[in-house]
């Protein structure tokens, strides 16, 4: 069975865990997918209780343990969790040859000196989950590049650099660093990890290399790129860096953030959008933010044949008219339009045929919503954050027709702040 199989598979059991009670949705995806959950408190203290009867997990809350008794709490247990006091545990030099998962949660950050991370690598040979990020590093662990088995991998700390010697670790899925400083040389090849799916980043970096036309791409990932888009964008002949992104033919999810620091990105805007054969061909989702585009560019996205969410973060359009185009966004369901002085918006079902969510952030500008998304049949959801009086008026009409349809009763309106 394949890993997509596999997480398919567990997200139906999240769902019936949810369907339960058992589990709590925190929040969802705008796909309407879990993003994230929770459980009730008592359901937490039962798992944590039947998981150390089984020897299946151990939680550490004190140090109210002797040394000698740290050490050897770990080495039955598949799961350990240490929720403080991590110097304590740490300076007892634990052992778990057992252990899979290693997650430490602590109440602020601290700093872990380099005389307990060299042996990380013999206490915990075989683990796969390794969550880090409430531990502040000054330099990388070099240690890490030996548990080959690692899967997950999050951490923090001060450094600048994360090393090739990563690309070591074949079974690496997920990658989550988090950096003080503002940016990372990232001189890890990702593209020769058949495993890889998710690198997350705090800070502005630099792939190397376009990708491996070897690199096993079966998978769904997601790509989020942040710094000087220009420089992505510029051609040099008739080609450019975004067309290395036209090669993952699976990649679902893709984040533009122009981040020009510390120029303004309104100085530093891009000139427009490459041709929508130049995205990836899978493309779902899409974010901009701060590319502070005309919205005459935006026919370029809808193009995209796949799209069906796109998220218009601060400014990455403006300009006071949005006029779509007929045959565009012929799958789109869910859009975001964040702050942007736009002013006239004309859309209908013609636009729009198939959008169920419309979401506006701090359109102050924004004289009202297109009467024309009645014609939706499948518009089900607008929430306006801020909005200008006319804007949330246009709104409510909306709602009042879409309302008084028998066959068309399920449509929601939020407007925040509500009126008084």
């Known amino acids: 069975m394949g890993q997509e199989c596999l997480e398919d598979t567990a997200e139906e059991y999240l769902e019936d865990l949810v369907d339960r009670n058992l ?199 997601f790509l989020g790129i942040r710094g000087k888009l220009a420089t992505l964008v510029a051609t040099n002949g008739d080609s450019s860096l975004f067309d290395n992104l036209a090669k993952l033919d699976n990649l679902e999810t893709l984040k533009l953030l122009n981040d020009t620091f510390p120029i303004h990105p309104s100085q530093c805007q891009i000139p427009g959008l490459p041709q929508s054969y130049k995205f990836p061909s899978n493309l779902k989702k899409l974010t901009l933010s701060d590319t502070f585009l005309d919205w005459s560019h935006i026919s370029t996205l809808g193009m995209l044949p796949n799209l069906e969410v796109l998220k218009l973060k601060d400014y990455a359009f403006k300009g006071t008219q949005w006029e779509p185009l007929d045959g565009g966004f012929r799958l789109l369901r869910v859009l975001h339009i964040g702050r942007t002085n736009l002013e006239h918006w004309n859309a209908s079902g013609h636009h729009f045929p198939r959008l169920q969510q419309v979401f506006l952030k701090h359109c102050s500008c924004l004289n009202e919503i297109p009467f024309g998304l009645v014609e939706v049949p499948s518009l089900q959801n607008m929430e306006l954050f801020w909005p200008t009086p006319a804007a949330a008026a246009s709104a409510r009409t909306i709602q009042q027709k879409k309302q008084g349809d028998i066959k068309d009763n399920v449509f929601k309106l939020v407007i925040y702040p509500p009126d008084i």
């Open 23 to 221: 589990v709590l949705v925190a929040k969802k995806r705008a796909n309407g997918r879990i993003k994230t959950c929770r459980i009730h408190d008592i359901l937490r203290d039962l798992s944590v209780k039947m998981g150390s009867e089984e020897k299946f997990l151990e939680v550490i809350k004190g140090s109210s343990q002797s040394h000698s008794s740290l050490s050897l709490i770990s080495k039955y247990h598949r799961c350990l969790c240490v929720h403080s006091h991590f110097l304590d545990f740490m300076t007892s030099i634990p052992s778990g040859p057992s252990v899979r998962s290693f997650l430490v949660f602590a109440s602020e950050e601290m700093e872990l000196p380099r005389e307990h991370t060299s042996f990380l690598h013999e206490a915990f040979r075989l683990v796969r989950v390794l969550d880090l990020k409430y531990i502040n590093f000054p330099k990388f662990p070099n240690e890490i590049v030996q548990l080959v088995h690692l899967r997950y991998i999050a951490l923090s700390g001060n450094f600048r650099v994360l090393p090739a010697s990563i690309s070591k670790l074949w079974n690496l899925e997920t990658l989550i660093v988090g950096t003080k400083a503002r940016e990372l040389d990232i001189q890890v090849d990702i593209w020769k990890m058949s495993q890889f799916k998710h690198l997350y980043t705090s800070g502005l970096s630099c792939l190397r290399g376009p990708p491996a036309k070897t690199r096993k791409d079966n998978e769904d990932p």
